[in-house]
């Protein structure tokens, strides 16, 4: 297989007093606190991308390795009450240690889709966002952020969001193997000043939560579950059905109509231990929140996904325009092992070049132009030797913020956090004289740049976040 390798780098580095000492790829970090929800995952993996477009669609293929996580959250009936089963490993971890200033007290376990996000902007289009191209999805993540250091759950829901300053939008497509996959899709967001949200359309899926009595709102149609109301606990993890979809997904693999839960009782239905049902409902997306189509096969711990995309869309406010040649930058996230929130894994910024292949050393995904139009016939992407894959290394970025990369990290009650959280890069990003990727490899094993300030997957580690309950700065709580 001929395949680019993306030398891609990141943005964390110790005090410069300890880069000086020792280096930070020799220094030897004490091993990381594992709570007993939080699993030990690879430091970093990587992600293979190719893309091709004819006259007016685009394709991507991104393969990667992940579980098949095609379970999310659960109603679980037991000891006589329904109760949520599922949810992210550090929000499951803050309930295990029954620790309210990191998290929820009131989940029983982990279980979380496999999602991958595709983050594109056009820096130098109107509505771009310049500094993408330098530092990725990391100008959005910010310290009082959900399961940030700054954050607290009293704050509710903090989404990633861009400074005012930075620009426009980026748009991004999310594609979930529960969410979004059983309608063909990926969802279609954007990310700006205000924080992630959708285009305009109906959803392709629907979080429940328990009524005030404690019910769920929905239980299975036994005419198509061949009478259940519900399925064992144990059952829906492990087989068909195991979501509820809507009519407009009638038929689709893994899914059956659901009814309200209030007709189930009054035909009979009775919660018993142990029964489950499903706590999202599928449904087929409209407007332009459907205009990324994806189909999706998972194999031998490998997701193989094909995302579909028309140049031009009719939403150019939320929208990246593909139709010209750029530039355009993008950027990839994993959620995986049950991860939720910022313990996804993360790739730097990489070119996407249209017009055919870059020139050699460029970090760079290639679209290679193909005849015809639609996306009816796409690429034959096993042609390698026509469309090369991409190596881009992702890796996790831990409590990486955007405040850290310039060296404005302060406690909640305002007080400047120095010390260990201290960049020691931060002068040259905050005066835009230097990208992430000058100073820093992702894998130890990728020819580091010319300032070599050391390898993301040791460094990201070291400062914690990782593999420990979510550090808190200190301050007002």
């Known amino acids: 297989m001929r395949r680019r390798r993306v030398l891609a780098p990141l943005l964390l580095a110790w005090p410069c ?76 971890e803050a309930s295990l240690d029954q620790d309210p200033q990191r998290g929820p007290t009131d989940l029983h376990s982990a279980r979380a889709e496999t999602a991958l996000a595709v983050a594109i902007t056009a820096p130098t289009a109107p509505g771009g966002v310049p500094q993408f191209a330098r530092f990725g999805c990391f100008l959005a993540c910010h310290d009082r952020s959900s399961f940030m250091p700054n954050w607290r759950p009293t704050d509710g829901r903090v989404p990633m969001h861009l400074f005012p300053g930075f620009g426009g939008f980026v748009d991004v497509w999310s594609w979930g193997a529960v969410r979004t996959a059983p309608a063909g899709v990926a969802d279609d967001l954007f990310l700006d000043e205000s924080g992630l949200a959708a285009d305009s359309g109906a959803a392709p899926s629907t979080d429940l939560a328990l009524d005030a009595s404690g019910n769920p709102p929905l239980a299975f149609d036994p005419a198509a579950t061949g009478g259940a109301f519900a399925r064992p606990f144990a059952a829906i993890l492990t087989s068909d059905p195991f979501l509820f979809a809507a009519p407009s ?23 018993a231990e142990d029964d489950a049902v499903p706590a999202q409902l599928v449904s087929r997306p409209d407007g332009s929140r459907a205009d990324v189509a994806a189909r999706a ?51 730097l910024p990489i070119a996407l070049v249209a017009g055919g292949t870059p020139q050699p050393g460029t970090i760079a995904i290639a679209i290679v132009t193909v005849d015809g139009s639609g996306a009816a016939a796409p690429p034959d992407f096993t042609d390698e030797a026509r469309f090369p894959p991409t190596e881009v290394p992702i890796f996790l970025p831990g409590i990486t913020s955007q405040e850290f990369l310039v060296g404005a990290i302060t406690t909640r009650d305002g007080a400047a956090r120095l010390v260990d959280w201290t960049h020691g890069g931060q002068h040259a990003v905050a005066s835009g004289s230097a990208a992430c990727a000058d100073c820093h490899a992702v894998r130890p094993t990728d020819i580091p740049p010319a300032r070599a300030a050391g390898a993301l997957e040791r460094l990201v580690i070291r400062r914690g976040g990782i593999y420990d309950p979510t550090p808190l700065f200190e301050g007002a709580p």
Request: aromatic share 10%; glycine share 12%; with cysteine.
């Open 249 to 271: 997904l009638a038929g689709v693999a893994g899914t059956a109509p659901p009814i309200p839960f209030a007709v189930a009782v009054a035909q009979g239905y009775h919660p």
């Open 297 to 347: 096969t998972w194999d031998a711990g490998t997701w193989d996904l094909h995302l579909t995309r028309a140049l031009a869309t009719t939403d150019a406010t939320h929208d990246v325009q593909l139709g010209g040649d750029g530039p355009f930058s993008v950027a990839f996230a994993l959620y995986s092992e049950n991860a939720d929130g910022r313990d996804h894994y993360v790739s």
């Open 17 to 92: 007093a300890l880069l000086a000492l020792v280096g930070c790829d020799e220094f030897t970090a004490p091993p990381p606190r594992v709570g007993a929800a939080i699993p030990l995952r690879p430091d970093g993996k990587t992600l293979l991308a190719q893309a091709a477009k004819n006259g007016d669609t685009l394709f991507l293929r991104l393969r990667f390795p992940a579980e098949q996580g095609t379970r999310q959250q659960y109603f679980h009936f037991t000891g006589g009450a329904w109760r949520i089963e599922g949810g992210g490993f550090r929000e499951v």
